[in-house]
């Protein structure tokens, strides 16, 4: 890869760092892993992002914040964004930089290498506490569960572990 | 000597000043903490409110989420009344912790609600019968929402300040999503037009009285006030309003939209929106259950917590066990 | 195989498949979105509507591999069909109860629970096959679509269990729904008249292969739940995959396209 190319994907790469989940303010879409591949020919770049799930309304969003954020990146003039499904987007993609930034949310990251079907051990991410009871899977959003702490008796949210099923 | 011995040795003034020492001083309040009964009861009013409107609220939105008009927008308003409900869970989740002293728990926030001693959000009292109304709902009310919301991440509880933190990052995808509704059909066909003016003039005095009335003598109570001394809130209904102002008039102005009040202007001098004020009687009649839906939305509640409830029933033999 | 390289008659079951995975979930995630706000407590709402607003994006990525293979719009596929076209099981676009979700709804927990639980039983079964289609693009969805169905099964399941074991009104109102649900499950079994080229085009499994694992996976459950198994579920009022439907599905398609259809031409 020539110097030159290798400059513009590291420009492009820190304006994706700009670029947030639509719902989560402090989270980029590279914290979360979303970004598969980022590739520069001449002045356009192409970008392919995996949806964290199949039914998301933000990837309309997303699509233009990544447009916008690339705009202002020097000697790109066009940017194509495809979604793609292949790989799958797991939890385990998710940055440790992303899993800090969620627990300041009061969202607990995922465990890492998580088997579906197994439970998984989650804790306050306010106090660190694992004396938690599970109140709901399904959380305010589709890939969040909602929690609660009986030590800080705060509730919280949880990222569902998804992983690959083969 | 323990630190919790001595304080318990205060008698009742000491632990007051302590305590508007302690949120004066920016120190988040927890729910194990000693706080006045006024707090707790101002607390309980205020989220399980904030609550049981995000419930509610669900409701208008909900008449749209079959018959909205592309698969996307299916996807997008399915989203939002879903985070609304997971909002609700969360905040009932605090104010049921606040309740639990007083010996009060789900059942009773509920049975407040059918018997209208809990009150919901003047806006989720009203009529929604077109697809333009659903985009002014996720635009203007989630808009107005955001507004309020964002001056109590700082409140003085930590874990309405918490939850709060989530839910306004989400409010703020749903007004999002209500612009680009409300984009689509003022560049769209002159049909399309007219059902969105139609809807914002719907809606126009209702969004007013989203904020509250300017003082307490519109409505004889002093909620407001209260919660501010105890760093509840930070703003007053009357701040919170003209913000709302200062960031939408321009945007609807722009789109070409006319807001039904031809007195509205900004005025240099005070710096201030000048408005034709709501008629706060009406307000009064409206969250008291006599708005044009208010008894509807509030049957559909009623009708399916007594139709299911043979599944608690069920559900609480087998915790029972 | 890619779209390049499919046969006529291999597209041809390309499409009826594809219509029929997509009107499934189209259909009961709509009946699911009616239940909004009256589901049997909040943390249900919560749940229920996660559940439907998924399958709503299932529909949508089968509407979009359908519109990628040359069938129209999704949106028009979706919105414009006319009632007879729909490839849906006709137990997946019956009502939840008297009443509308607007009026009066008088819906019924019980029959929502079987409903759901028997097709997320099915529905991981058909995934877990199609995981291998020969179609690439309905492979890549399929495994996208499993790691979400997974928390449906897992959450059916558990009510469908809870409610079974529970007290005496609930097990009368759980065994007479499992009545309602087995006179018409049959027709989420079966893979309709173009059955045998969707096999022979390696799209996904036998429908007798996959019948026998349903089958086999409910009879265990209620064997567990103390419950006898009925026998083969039937098909008593048609094959919706022949495009035979109830009135049920009339009005659900004039709902779910009463705005686009005003005007399709215009964005939204
Ligand atoms: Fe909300
Ligand atoms: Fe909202
Ligand atoms: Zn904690």
């Known amino acids: 890869m020539s110097e030159l190319k290798s400059s513009m994907i590291d420009s492009v790469m820190d304006a994706l760092g700009d670029v947030k989940d639509p ?24 970008i392919s992002v995996l949806p964290t799930f199949s039914g998301c309304p933000a990837l309309h969003i997303i699509e233009r914040d990544i447009k916008k954020a690339i705009e202002n990146v020097e ?8 979604f793609v499904f292949t790989p799958s987007w797991t939890t385990d993609r998710i940055t440790p930089e992303g899993r800090e930034s969620l627990k300041e949310f009061g969202i607990s990251p995922p465990p890492a290498n998580h088997v579906m079907g197994e439970p998984w051990e989650i804790d306050c991410p306010y106090c660190g506490s694992t004396y938690v009871t599970m109140e709901n899977i399904f959380g305010p959003t589709a890939c969040r569960s909602i929690l609660y702490c009986k030590s800080c008796k705060n509730p919280f949210e949880a990222m569902k572990p998804v992983a690959d099923m083969g | 000597m323990t630190v919790g011995m001595s304080f318990n040795q205060l008698s009742e003034e000491e632990k007051m000043t302590h305590f508007l020492d302690r949120i004066n001083a920016g120190e988040k309040i927890e729910p194990d903490d000693w706080m006045p009964e006024d707090y707790r009861l101002q607390l309980i009013r205020l989220i399980s409110m904030h609550g049981i409107s995000e419930i509610m609220g669900a409701l208008p939105e909900k008449e749209w989420v079959p018959k909205a008009p592309s698969l996307h927008r299916k996807l997008a308003i399915m989203a939002k009344v879903q985070d609304e409900m997971g909002h609700g869970q969360l905040l009932l989740r605090v104010a ?10 789900r059942h009773d926030i509920m049975e407040d609600l059918f018997s209208g001693k809990l009150k919901f959000h003047n806006v989720f009292h009203m009529d929604a019968p077109t697809w333009g109304d659903a985009g002014i709902i996720a635009w203007l009310v989630d808009g107005a929402a955001i507004i309020s919301q964002s001056m109590m991440l700082d409140s003085s509880y930590g874990p309405y300040a918490r939850a709060l933190k989530r839910i306004c990052a989400e409010e703020v995808f749903h007004a999002q999503h209500g612009e680009s509704i409300i984009l689509a059909m003022a ?13 914002l003039n719907r809606w126009w005095e209702s969004l007013i009285m989203f904020f509250g009335p300017k003082s307490a003598k519109e409505t004889g109570n002093s909620n407001a006030d209260k919660n501010i001394m105890y760093k509840i809130r930070t703003k007053t209904n009357e701040d919170l309003r003209q913000e709302f102002f200062t960031k939408y008039i321009p945007r609807i102005w722009s789109l070409g939209l006319t807001i039904p009040d031809d007195t509205i202007r900004f005025d240099e001098d005070s710096q201030m929106w000048i408005y034709k004020d709501a008629d706060w009687s009406k307000f009064k009649q409206i ?17 399916s917590y007594k139709n299911n409830e043979w599944v608690r029933t069920a559900l609480a033999a087998k915790k029972a066990i | 195989m890619t779209q390049e390289t499919l046969k006529p008659q291999e597209k041809k079951a390309l499409i009826e498949l594809l219509y029929q995975l997509a009107d499934d979930d189209f259909l009961l995630a709509f ?32 509407y979009n591999l359908l519109e990628n293979i040359g069938e129209g719009e999704a949106d028009r596929i979706a919105h414009l069909r006319s009632p007879n076209q729909f490839r849906n099981a006709i137990i997946l676009e019956e009502v939840n109860g008297p009443g509308t979700y607007l009026k009066e709804p008088d819906y019924d927990w019980a029959f929502t629970v079987v409903r759901n639980y028997f097709y997320a039983v099915h529905k991981h079964i058909r995934l877990d ?15 996208k679509i499993m790691t979400e169905q997974y928390y449906h099964l897992m959450h059916w399941e558990i009510w469908f269990k809870q409610l079974m074991t529970s007290t005496d009104e609930a097990i009368l109102r759980m065994t007479a729904a499992i009545q309602k649900v087995w006179k018409d499950f049959g027709g989420v079994l079966t893979l309709g008249p173009y059955y045998e080229d969707i096999v022979k085009a390696n799209l996904i499994d036998d429908e007798n292969v996959m019948k026998k694992r349903w089958n086999n996976k409910i009879e265990a459950v209620l064997k567990e739940v103390g419950a006898s198994y009925p026998g083969e579920p039937r098909m008593e009022r048609g094959n919706g995959r022949n495009g035979v439907h109830t009135e049920d599905l009339k009005q659900a398609t004039a709902t779910l396209s009463e705005v686009y259809a005003t005007n399709p031409a215009t964005g939204w």
């Open chain 1, 75 to 82: 000697g790109i003039t066009s940017a194509e964004v495809k």
């Open chain 2, 287 to 303: 969250v008291s259950g006599n708005g044009p839906q208010s008894q509807n939305r509030l049957d559909l509640r009623r009708r």
């Open chain 2, 187 to 199: 560049e769209g066909t002159p049909e399309q037009r007219e059902m969105l003016q139609d809807s």
């Open chain 1, 23 to 46: 719902e989560i303010a402090s989270v980029s879409i590279l914290d979360l892993g979303m970004v598969h591949e980022v590739d520069v020919t001449d002045d356009k770049v192409r």
């Open chain 3, 31 to 62: 009946r699911g979105s009616e239940w909004l706000g009256l589901a049997p407590h909040i943390e249900e709402d919560v749940a229920f509507s996660s559940i439907s607003q998924d399958m709503m994006g299932h529909a949508n990525l089968y």
């Open chain 2, 96 to 105: 049921e912790d606040l309740m639990a002293p007083l010996g009060k728990n």
């Open chain 3, 129 to 143: 096959s199609l995981r291998h289609s020969s179609y690439e693009p309905l492979a890549e969805a399929a495994r």
